[in-house]
Structure formats: structure tokens, C-alpha cells
């Protein structure tokens, strides 16, 4: 299948400090990304979906100036999470699709990316 | 409110024999997807199986199998010849064009 690259796989910060995690789609075009926030022994949770070249589309309760995203590319979306604090520690993962020609989007299978394990101090 | 419900939180099964996880859902979409996904301790996100919802035959992958009833809007998940390398979260998720949830996940323990 599709390769979903995310990096880093984990990342240790001071508290108030900015972490940027990618997401890269290595052998396809991924016109769609989305964000998940997954809790210890929780499942994952929807924060945002990002279109290549448009705004992201941020979940009701998700804070859009905490969680930047930004979809610059076709095989490329970023999640800035601004003024870390302890509570924004979690596992942060993120999965790509593309449409098929004709298709809609919910035929698309989504790739995901390894995870990346925030610890805010 | 659309939502997935999996109501078995962690399941065990000895080697070589046959679990099913349990997953049933709400929607008043009439197009939509249905999925399991597969988390092993290394937390990759890996799919194993989905489910077209206007498809009636039940999608089959080797020794995963699902039993789709759409009418029950139930959707388990049949794991044959369970192996070792089974060992995981299972995650039962519903997809529409505009919406895309996760159930809370099954921990799937294998017994040698």
C-alpha cells in the first residue's frame, strides 16, 4: 500500500515553545490529510482535515490557533502546535487519501503515518 | 448523531482459533464505508479490512472476515487462525463523505 511518512516520531519540548510535526506522502498525491489526536489507551480523535491549497477544517472544539495546519502540497501537510503547554502532550497522527478519478471521497482508503509521541515539560 | 460503538473493550483468544469483535454503528447516511483498523504496540494505524455499504457480500482478506448487516447497522469483525502477530487494538471506523469516526477500540489479546 501507500507509504505515509510522519516525522518526528517523538519530540520532547519546554513548555510555551512551538513543535512542528509533517506529514508526508511518499508515493502518491494526497489531496486530502487529516489530523488525529489519540489519548493513552483512547481512540483517535478527528482534530482537523486539510485540502491541498485551502483552509484546514477544524472539529468542534479543536483550537485553531493552537493546532496550525497547513497543506502547502500534494504530498505535504504540517501541524504546528503553537505555545505548547503539558496538557498538549498525546500521540498526534496523521493519514492521507486521494481522490480516484470519479470517486468520492469516502471510497478512498487512508494511509497513516507512524505517530508522533508530544511530551510538553 | 453519527457514532461506533465497540462494546468490548479487551478480548483474549488462544492461538490458532477464531475471535469476532463486535462494532455497530448510527447513521442515517445511505452511502458510506465501514473499517477495521489494526494498532499494534508500535502504533502504526494499519487497515484490515473495509466494507462498501451498498455492497451486501461481506468483504473477506485472507483470515479476516466481516459480518455486515446494514439493517442492524452491525459490523464485526471474524479473525480466523488467530496468530501472535493478531495482538492489537482494533479500531472499528465509519466513514461518509463528511464524516469519519473511530469506535474506542478492542485490545485483542492472543494466547500461545
Known amino acids: 500500500g501507500a507509504v505515509v511518512s510522519q516525522h518526528p516520531s517523538r519530540v520532547i519540548c519546554k513548555s510555551g515553545t512551538s513543535v512542528k510535526i509533517e506529514c508526508r506522502s511518499l508515493d502518491f498525491q494526497a489531496t486530502t490529510m487529516f489530523w488525529y489526536r489519540q489519548f493513552p489507551k483512547q481512540s483517535l480523535m478527528l482534530m482537523a482535515t486539510?485540502?491541498?491549497?485551502?483552509?484546514?477544517?477544524?472539529e468542534q472544539g479543536v483550537e485553531k490557533d493552537k493546532f496550525l495546519i497547513n497543506h502547502a502540497s500534494l504530498t505535504l501537510s504540517t501541524l504546528t502546535v503553537t505555545s505548547a503547554h503539558p496538557e498538549d502532550s498525546s500521540f498526534y497522527i496523521c493519514s492521507a487519501t486521494s481522490l480516484a478519478s470519479g470517486g468520492s471521497l469516502a471510497k478512498n482508503i487512508q494511509y497513516f503515518g507512524a505517530g508522533t509521541r508530544l511530551s510538553v515539560l | 448523531a453519527q457514532t461506533v460503538t465497540q462494546s468490548q473493550p479487551e478480548m483474549s483468544v488462544q492461538e490458532a482459533e477464531t475471535v469476532t469483535l463486535s462494532c455497530t454503528y448510527d447513521?442515517?447516511?445511505?452511502?458510506?464505508?465501514l473499517f477495521w483498523y489494526k494498532q499494534p504496540p508500535s502504533r502504526q494505524m494499519i487497515l484490515v479490512i473495509r466494507?462498501?455499504?451498498?455492497?451486501?457480500q461481506n468483504a473477506t482478506e485472507n483470515r479476516f472476515s466481516v459480518n455486515f448487516q446494514k439493517a442492524a447497522k452491525s459490523f464485526s469483525l471474524k479473525i480466523s487462525d488467530s496468530q501472535l502477530g493478531d495482538a492489537a487494538m482494533y479500531f472499528c471506523a465509519y466513514r461518509s463523505v463528511r464524516e469519519f469516526y473511530f469506535g474506542s477500540g478492542t485490545k485483542l489479546n492472543v494466547k500461545p
Open positions: 447513521t442515517s447516511e445511505s452511502d458510506y464505508y
Open positions: 466494507q462498501e455499504a451498498y455492497k451486501q
Open positions: 486539510s485540502n491541498e491549497g485551502s483552509k484546514a477544517t477544524y
